[in-house]
């Protein structure tokens, strides 16, 4: 079968067209930005990648047009593909209908941390098939996951590992893209508001997560934040499924931090202590993925107190804290921001490792809800461990960041451009300094420029 993917270079989409083409099929993509990481992966599977939106890229007519939720009407492919009647379905109705029957799917959704816990969970799995074979994971994770350096593989095992996000399917499917993954053990992570160009209020949101909930089958497993109450009340919306809940000193599985930065932690499970964890990553935020992992794990047949060594293997997600550099003496990081919740907790951890050392951080708005605004308040107080800020605010920022910077006291400026955002940095920072920049896009390779400008 030949398979036109539009939208193919964005995390996703590119999972997908990978794991088309470990299936055998002839698979070819469009996308407006055609560029590495994800094109060098998906050209050394032999997928041809063509750039932009045009009818041509779908002449001579392929067997099937797999979809982005990138995709809009008024898209020259897309009208073409309804034009001339081409058969076309959702990225995600696609893969829950051939990758993902007849394999137990573990399914991560919440407002933070799925990628770094696919990655965990794929990672735990991995490690439990070399004493279990069937739990060789298929995964499919928004990101690079570092053990693997692929975003997506099939998998010899039952499980299949894969990101689940709330955000909608396609411009012809309005649901959540979790909904078709009829996952068997699902892990509800956290629920915030976010996704304010889709969604009107946060209970919006809370449906979709009942919707997921409904698909968990009863023979299933829920793994649960013991802490998120928007959760419990997805939950008292109707649960038919075995829950089991996790958290630091709450929950049927807890964590009680050995060392105050997250790196170190005692795992209990029903009160029973399992063992000790000591890892790369900070923050409760990632104790918190960690526990999720576990259970999610164990849930599928792994033995939890054989997998806490493990941890220490894991290499996490690119542009998760991701260090870029060091350049007289400054520690620059690369981080995957997009909400409020997520910077607090960053540098919650990055604060409890480096004590009073500096940090400064770059912040970029660019999710759809930080461009709209929906996130202006409460970013003053998610940046209260950062002693300074700069603030990215370009010209077609439909809002005032000065509201934000007002509310640092002296503490954050903005800059127009990613050039004067460099400079102005440049000039606060000095040696044993840390500095974070925060976006969940490129920014314009700001956090490696700026280690060059460094040194």
Known sequence: MRLHILGICGTFMGGVAALARELGHAVEGSDA????????????????????YTAEHLQPAPDLVVVGNAMTRGNPAVEYMLDEQLRYVSGP?????????????????????????????????????KEQADLAPGF??????????????????????????EYDTAFFDKRSKFVHYRPRIAILNNLEYDHADIFPDVAAIQRQFHHLVRTVPGNGRLIVNAHD???????????????????????DWQAELIEADGSAF?????????????WPLLGNHSVMNALAALAA???????????????ARFESVK???????????????????????AIATTLAGLRAKVGNARILVALEPRSNSMRLGAHAEALAPSLADADAVVFL???????????????????GSTAPAVDALLAALRAQTRPGDHVVFMSNGGFEGAPRRFVELLA
Not at 319 to 341: I, K
Not at 393 to 411: I, K, N, S, Y
């Open 33 to 52: 930005n055609v560029y590495p990481p994800m094109s060098t992966q998906l050209e050394a599977l032999g997928i041809a990648l063509m750039s932009g």
């Open 93 to 129: 109705q696609w893969l829950g209908e051939t990758v993902l029957a007849g394999r137990e799917v573990l399914a991560v959704a919440g407002t933070h941390g799925k990628t770094t816990t696919t990655s965990l969970l794929a990672h735990l799995l991995d490690q439990a098939a």
């Open 140 to 165: 499919l994770v928004g990101g690079v996951p570092g053990n693997f350096g692929v975003s997506a593989r099939l998998g010899t095992g039952r499980p299949f590992v894969i990101e689940a996000d």
């Open 229 to 251: 109450e928007r959760l419990a009340e997805v939950l008292a919306m109707g649960c038919w499924t075995p829950v089991e809940t996790f958290g630091i000193g709450r929950g």
């Open 266 to 278: 005692k795992v209990m499970r029903q009160g029973e202590l399992l063992g000790e964890i000591h």
């Open 297 to 311: 794990a164990a849930a599928a047949g792994a033995d939890p107190r054989a997998l806490l060594p493990a941890f």
């Open 319 to 341: 542009r998760r804290m991701e260090l870029v550099g060091e350049a007289d003496g400054v520690h620059v990081y690369d981080d995957f921001a997009h909400h409020p919740t």
């Open 393 to 411: 605010h370009r010209p077609e920022l439909p809002w005032d960041a000065q509201r934000v910077t007002d509310a640092l006291q002296g503490r």
